[in-house]
């Protein structure tokens, strides 16, 4: 049995977060200029079913065995194990890494439970499907978040831009012009789990207010679909304008990331807004392609971590 590799990109959400868990549609796209990584080794002088994981990156060097019954990891190979009908899953190293900064909306987890259910299945060679992948996938997301939705595993497992609702079919999205996004890192570590259970908390509380909210942001997404698909980036950037006011009455904005939305907006973006859970991580800003590096350079002066350039290419 040879080492296997298997990688998974990161994901932005571009419209719909945090409505999409209350069954409104959301939009996202790969972003495969980051990347998780799983390299699957086999360890012939292991006992049957002894795996190891190393994951330096966050803090894990131990075996299977060790794991707590619901830890993300087990119920990989646990989900692999039952949907290929194996017993003992073979001994074996397997390292994660990853370029995805973690806690930055920017699908780390989701992209490690991709790329290791994917990686599981591959070494002992099945070649998955992307629904087979995203399915296995969300399994692992529950157990990192909760409550997801779905849409995270989803977009990465197809690696394409999707537009995503629960329990409807899935749509993929073809571009009908480029379009250029600047993914800007505001250095504060969110927290989908705490930011989720948050909503949700307020929700309970208002559920009139907030399903109000929740309606009016599956009308932008609906009518930014459109807007993407007719290559219209005016529309698309005054419509991220009208999603992150919603974002902020739902209370998952954050001062940087609202200072970071208008250097970009009083510098001719299309349009801004938060991406992912919110509360820190990363927020999108829309921008002619020739402002791309522009507009990257002066968020990273004014205090942004990283960037990421991504561009939605036409037809794709
Ligand atoms: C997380 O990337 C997006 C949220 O809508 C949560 C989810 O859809 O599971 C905040």
């Given at each position: 049995m040879p080492a296997h590799i298997s990688s998974a990109p990161g994901k932005t959400i571009l419209f719909g977060e945090h409505a999409v868990v209350y069954g409104f549609p959301a939009i996202a796209i790969p972003v495969n200029a980051r990347q998780a990584k799983v390299k699957i080794f086999p360890a012939i002088r292991f006992k049957p079913e002894e795996i190891r994981f190393s994951a330096p990156q966050i803090d894990i060097e131990r075996?299977?065995?060790?794991?707590?019954?619901?830890h993300p990891f087990r119920i990989a190979v646990e989900g692999v194990k039952s949907f290929l009908k194996i017993d003992q899953y073979p001994a074996c190293k397997i390292q994660i890494e990853s370029t995805i900064p973690i806690s930055s909306g920017l699908g780390s987890s989701a992209a490690i439970s991709v790329a290791l259910v994917k990686g599981l299945m591959e070494f002992v060679g099945y070649h998955p499907s992307p629904s087979e992948i995203s399915n296995l996938a969300y399994q692992v997301e529950i157990i990192f978040?909760?409550?997801?939705?779905?849409i995270d595993n989803t977009v990465i497992s197809f690696n394409k831009p999707i537009f995503f609702q629960k329990e409807k079919p899935l749509q993929f999205i073809r571009t009908k012009n480029d379009f250029s996004i600047v993914i800007a890192d505001s250095g504060i570590k969110g927290n989908t789990k705490a930011a989720v259970a948050g909503v949700r908390e307020r929700w309970k509380a208002d559920p009139e207010k907030y399903n109000d909210i929740f309606k009016k942001i599956g009308l932008i997404t609906t009518e930014a679909k459109l807007a993407i698909e007719k290559g219209d980036h005016e529309k698309l950037g005054k419509l991220m304008i009208s999603n992150q006011e919603y974002l902020q009455l739902i209370g998952v904005s954050h001062p940087v990331l609202e200072r970071m939305i208008n250097i970009a907006l009083a510098n001719r973006a299309y349009g801004a807004k938060l991406c992912?859970?919110?509360?820190?991580g990363n927020i999108i800003a829309l921008v002619e392609p020739d402002r791309a590096n522009f507009i990257s350079n002066l968020l990273l002066k004014s205090g942004a971590k990283q960037t990421i350039l991504v561009t939605l290419i036409k037809g794709s």
């Open positions: 075996y299977y065995s060790d794991f707590e019954p619901n978040h909760g409550n997801p939705s779905g992912g859970s919110g509360l820190g």
